[in-house]
T-cell receptor
Framework: DTEVTQTPKHLVMGMTNKKSLKCEQH?????MYWYKQKAKKPPELMFV???????INESVPSRFSPECPNSSLLNLHLHALQPEDSALYLC?????????????FGPGTRLTVL | AQSVTQLGSHVSVSEGALVLLRCNYS??????LFWYVQYPNQGLQLLLK??????LVKGINGFEAEFKKSETSFHLTKPSAHMSDAAEYFC????????????FGKGNQVVVIP
């Protein structure tokens, strides 16, 4: 099973709302990633968790808050977002977080901020 | 810093014709190179990867790529395009950070003409 699942598929939220995105994998992978992708652009790395510890934060605004409760689950908590945060949010996982690893991507959550 | 360059954002190819997508990399260390495909409203799927074994890499869906160190290239080819090949294709490189951080190219939108 090489599947990464993400919920919800679509999310519409106002600028004062608090919401969360969820990502799950059951491949035994120890590295998990959040990416943001705008239309017609490549994914931009936001956060990396390695062995359930935050190892990379690409200077992401604090209105995005990641959480890794266990090795299979990754959350992204959203609060006070701006319309420019509207994008496709992709989660990925890889076996060990090493350079030769393949990253397996989920289908994404399409976020619209009104 | 590592980077990849993909020229020509839009590539049109006739059904049955050769698909050729160019990727040139810049890396101060031996690179690991990846090609991903993204179908509309989906996440990224690995087509193939190079991790310093054979220089000619075969992937899924009839795609292959050849690593040429002298040309710093990793071009993607498929002998005969199919309508189902219409998608966005991203080249990516890792290898300098030890944490599987991928640097993506800008992508190629492939259109297949019947």
């Amino acid at each position: 099973d090489t599947e990464v699942t993400q919920t919800p598929k679509h999310l519409v939220m106002g600028m004062t709302n608090k919401k969360s995105l969820k990502c799950e994998q059951h491949m035994g992978h120890r590295a998990m990633y959040w990416y943001k992708q705008k239309a017609k652009k490549p994914p931009e790395l936001m956060f990396v968790y390695s062995y359930e510890k935050l190892s990379i934060n690409e200077s992401v605004p604090s209105r995005f808050s990641p959480e890794c409760p266990n090795s299979s689950l990754l959350n992204l908590h959203l609060h006070a977002l701006q319309p420019e945060d509207s994008a496709l949010y992709l989660c990925a996982s890889s076996p060990r977080g090493e350079d030769t690893d393949t990253q397996y991507f989920g289908p994404g959550t399409r976020l619209t901020v009104l | 810093a590592q980077s990849v360059t993909q020229l020509g954002s839009h590539v049109s190819v006739s059904e049955g014709a050769l698909v050729l997508l160019r990727c040139n990399y810049s890396s101060s260390v031996p690179p690991y190179l990846f090609w991903y495909v993204q179908y509309p409203n989906q996440g990224l799927q690995l087509l193939l990867k190079y991790t310093s074994a054979a220089t000619l890499v075969k992937g899924i869906n009839g795609f292959e790529a050849e690593f040429k160190k002298s040309e710093t290239s990793f071009h993607l080819t498929k002998p005969s395009a199919h309508m189902s090949d219409a998608a966005e294709y991203f080249c990516a490189v890792s290898g300098a950070y030890g944490n599987n951080r991928l640097a993506f190219g800008k992508g190629n939108q492939v259109v297949v003409i019947p």
